[in-house]
């Protein structure tokens, strides 16, 4: 960690306060939501939105642009990471074949300004669902080509990344999750920062123009030196995007929450990221990986490229 790196200004809230007014949302509701819920069902769809019980979900589905997180490969796990809502089991049902097709279609119909598409970890798969994955992207381009597509995708266990980036997304995003000291007790044990982050760096290895991304979540007893070594081993992986957030327990079988992390520490984390070179910083309670203001931010970088990529095939 740099040594001049401030210490934070504003010190977290223990857990035995209740919890802060700044995490309290509306229910969603409104013409918006109700018409991309019906059209989940009618195409069934499975969405970390409503799998992993999003906060922001009101905010996302309403409105022109309106943004979506679409999970393909089931909604079984084959991973068992203490912070996730996810259902987690040793063998999950085999892909369905025309899902990439219906994925397309649903994008298509829903008018979807960004999506996100993710996947559970299949590790019982030989390609870890790559090659799904991929064939999911390619039906999303046809279909929908004005659609910004960001893929949050598992680690591969080190492998197979090639053959997902055979249909390479806008925005490939790949979480760290937490601070390196809490890998192992928070995420699953095959998982780690360091092949989170040669995910990340292989990533622009393979396909250089992708724009990579990445998420850590607060309030899970990290300190702030390990937040800013965490922020700096990102930058070292040429991360373009990063989110930051609180930590929301789903169930009480998950990790517990350690603080409740204040605004007002969270932007000062966003000032640090943007010092450090992110070309985006989402920093804030609320947030999460998948968020919509970073997600407005991302396609405007990604559409002033496809119109710069335009006119130089005009000019030849």
């Not at 990471?81 to 040793?90: D, G, M």
């Not at 492998?159 to 809490?182: G, I, K, M, S, Y």
């Not at 290895?205 to 990102?234: I, N, Q």
């Amino acid at each position: 960690m740099n040594s001049d790196d401030p210490q934070p200004k504003t010190p977290a809230i223990p857990l035995k306060s209740p919890k802060p007014a700044w995490l309290k949302v509306p229910l969603p509701g409104g013409e918006g939501y109700a018409r991309l819920k019906t059209l989940t069902q009618e195409l069934k769809l499975n969405t970390v939105c409503q799998e992993a019980r999003c906060p922001n979900v009101g905010e996302c589905w309403k409105g022109e642009h309106a943004t979506m997180t679409i999970m393909v490969l089931g909604d079984e796990c084959t991973r068992r990471c203490r912070f996730c809502a996810v259902k987690t089991v040793e063998l999950a049902a085999p892909p369905d074949p025309d899902e990439p097709a219906h994925v397309g279609q649903a994008v298509a119909a829903m008018k979807l300004a960004y999506v996100v598409i993710t996947s559970v970890d299949r590790d019982d798969l030989p390609d870890g669902g790559a090659a799904h994955y991929a064939r999911c992207i390619r039906e999303v381009r046809e279909r929908a080509s004005s659609t910004v597509i960001e893929s949050l995708i598992p680690d591969y266990q080190g492998r197979d990344l090639e053959t997902l980036l055979t249909q390479p997304p806008d925005v490939l995003a790949h979480n760290v999750e937490v601070v390196e000291r809490l890998q192992r007790r928070i995420r699953d044990p095959r998982c780690s920062f360091e092949r989170s982050l040669e995910t990340l760096r292989g990533a622009k290895r393979l396909s250089p123009g992708v724009f990579t991304k990445s998420s850590l979540m607060l309030g899970l007893g990290e300190t702030h030196a390990e937040v800013v070594e965490s922020l700096e081993r990102l930058r070292e992986a040429q991360v373009d995007f990063l989110t930051l957030g609180q930590y929301l327990r789903p169930t009480a079988q998950h990790a517990p929450v350690r603080e409740w992390v204040t605004p007002e520490r969270f932007f000062e984390l966003q000032v640090l990221g943007e010092k450090l070179g992110f070309r985006y910083v989402a920093s804030g309670p609320l947030v999460r990986s998948s968020y919509k203001a970073g997600e407005f931010f991302a396609a405007r970088l990604v559409r002033e490229r496809r119109a710069r990529s335009g006119s130089r095939e005009l000019e030849h």
